[in-house]
């Protein structure tokens, strides 16, 4: 099956209006799947501002529930794990999605309390985070696999089952210039957020510049974005939904987000914010649900049109 030209995924975060059961979850992925999308993600806190699920259990819950569509991270916060248990976790789902994972990290720090609660110093969260994606890497290649780190030191640790994917995909979130050489040595795609479209533009192009820095090429490199979404013939009441959704789940001026990195309105509105990335060189765009879980149904039927719209005008171009 040929790649399509832009993929999409959905990403699933913190709740607002309570927490989704089995059902609703299940009913998520599974719609997903069906009206076109590449991906169901996952996003990751240990302590927020509302109720979000532990991210492993629910790609999981959704590994369990599909069959076609990748189960990704989106994105995990890396230096909060321990490394030699994540490359145990993420390559058991591996084996038991059939190889359809995608490691997504980061390093967040926008919730100090987390780090507080893990016992973790958010200083040294970067070269934690550095460190384990050696550890991640070297263990999922190797039978054994020993390392010797500032922060970690092991020796002939082996990683049994080993993932079914040769090299699992991993993509690295962040708008810093750190975050762009991390994906750049050790990632196979990156995915932006809160980035507006010419902010998009000019990190890619930062990022470009550290592959070629590291002798890799951008050919085959996952360039993502996520953008807040609530698809709604009424704009109005898109925007009002969305803008609390926001307000609530991360604490920030919602009109300004929703605004800057939404993908708000009638179908036609969302997809033309979609391509305007496109443009300026994403080829994964993450839908993320700014809505009552109660709505996910109806907003899947309005992503489904946005994709199709997506790909029909890029398919054409």
């Known amino acids: 099956m040929a790649t399509p030209p832009v993929r999409f995924g959905i990403a699933v975060g913190a709740f607002l209006g309570g927490v989704p059961g089995r059902d609703e979850l299940t009913e ?22 509302a109720p979000i699920l532990e991210a492993t259990t629910l790609m999981a819950t ?15 916060i890396l230096p909060l794990r ?3 248990l994540m490359a145990k976790t993420i390559a ?22 987390e780090y507080a609660a893990m016992r973790i110093p958010l200083s040294e969260r970067g070269s934690r ?20 780190g500032r922060h970690f030191s092991f020796r002939d640790v082996e990683i049994s089952p080993r993932p079914v994917q040769l090299s699992i995909p991993i993509w690295v979130g962040g708008g810093s210039a750190a975050a762009l050489r991390r994906a750049a040595r050790y990632g196979d795609g990156w995915i932006a957020a809160f980035s507006s479209v010419r902010k998009f533009g000019r990190l890619s192009a930062d990022l470009r510049g550290f592959l070629q820095e ?27 939904t969305a803008v609390r959704y926001v307000e609530r789940v991360y604490r920030l001026d919602g009109a300004r987000i929703v605004e800057r990195f939404g993908a708000v309105g009638p179908v036609e509105a969302c997809a033309e914010r979609a391509l305007a990335y496109v443009e300026a060189g994403t080829d994964y765009i993450v839908l993320g649900p700014v809505s009552d879980h109660r709505d996910w149904p109806r907003q899947l039927d309005g992503y489904g049109e946005v994709i199709e719209r997506v790909r029909r005008q890029v398919g054409g171009q």
């Open 82 to 84: 321990d490394p030699v």
């Open 62 to 76: 959704f590994a369990a529930v599909t069959e076609r569509v990748r189960i990704a991270s989106d994105v995990i």
């Open 28 to 49: 998520l992925a599974r719609k997903a799947e069906a009206v076109g999308f590449d991906s169901v993600q996952v996003g990751d806190h240990i302590q927020w501002h």
């Open 214 to 240: 590291e002798g890799r090429k951008a050919e085959g490199f996952t360039f993502g974005m996520y953008l807040f979404a609530n698809v709604d013939a009424d704009a109005a009441r898109a925007r009002e």
């Open 129 to 148: 985070a550095n460190e384990s994606l050696e550890i991640i890497k070297g263990l999922w290649a190797n039978e054994r696999f020993s390392y010797e």
């Open 92 to 113: 058991s789902l591996d084996v038991l999605s059939g190889g359809r994972v995608i490691f997504g990290i980061g390093v967040g720090g926008d919730h100090p309390l």
